[in-house]
């Protein structure tokens, strides 16, 4: 199931960047992108907007590297825990950052990494907990720098 | 691409939940809006005496120089392997262990 979502958002790639190439304006479809990323993560079901923080700047000076941390309210039991965090981009050229995969020995949900932000948007996370269920949360940044440089 | 850096304690107490900070050296060329060949990670994995702990699959939003900090829970004396994989099947591995103490 993760192999062909992972399978599918990397053929997806290639297809955004041909596009980018050839057609100026196909940064118009970015939006269909996202759409389809957050369909994949959520398989029908309805995501829950409480328990998941993401802690952003919301001004970063350099869209290359944007910190971000995310923490789900979790026991991080073997019953209950958070299973993946998804990071999505609503307006780069490719909406997908990356995926966390988590286990209850990590004992605390909680991550940290560097994004890059193409310019100023909303980012999206989503975590998939144990149970099933879905959260989901967003903030928006605003980018002085573009980040999409390579 | 150097040595990646892993930040972790080397002794916990049993029971404790600690802090991992990790760090590599790596361009993450995308490919998307430059002439470059496309240069990226693709996974990294963490397992705990053997058992999968934290991975993180990376896709262009991802970084240069990919960093990451998360937690693990010390129940026992623990070896750690951090596993970088780039696309094109390389791996840069870095091995820490956590003594009860």
Known sequence: ?150 | MSTPRVLIPDTAAAGEVIQIRTLIDHPMITAVSSDLPRDMLDRFEVTMNGEPLFAYDFYNGSAENPTFTFFARIDAAADFVFVWTHEDGETFTVERSVAIG
């Open chain 1, 1 to 150: 199931m993760q192999m062909d979502r992972r399978t599918l958002m990397k053929g997806a790639t290639a297809v955004v960047t041909l596009s980018l190439v050839t057609i100026p304006a196909a940064r118009a479809e970015t939006g269909a992108g996202v759409d389809a990323s957050v369909e994949g993560i959520l398989n029908g079901r309805t995501p829950s907007e409480t328990g998941l923080t993401l802690d952003m700047p919301s001004v970063a000076d350099n869209g290359a590297q944007v910190p971000l941390t995310i923490t789900v309210d979790s026991p991080m039991t073997d019953d209950d825990h958070v299973t993946a965090i998804h990071i999505i981009a609503t307006d780069n050229p490719v909406p997908e950052i990356g995926t966390f995969h988590l286990t209850p020995r990590s004992g605390k949900a909680e991550v940290f990494t560097r994004i890059r932000a193409a310019d100023s948007q909303q980012i999206l996370v989503f975590a998939e907990l144990s149970g099933g269920d879905v959260l989901q949360a967003a903030a928006e940044v605003i980018v002085s720098i573009g980040g999409c440089t390579t």
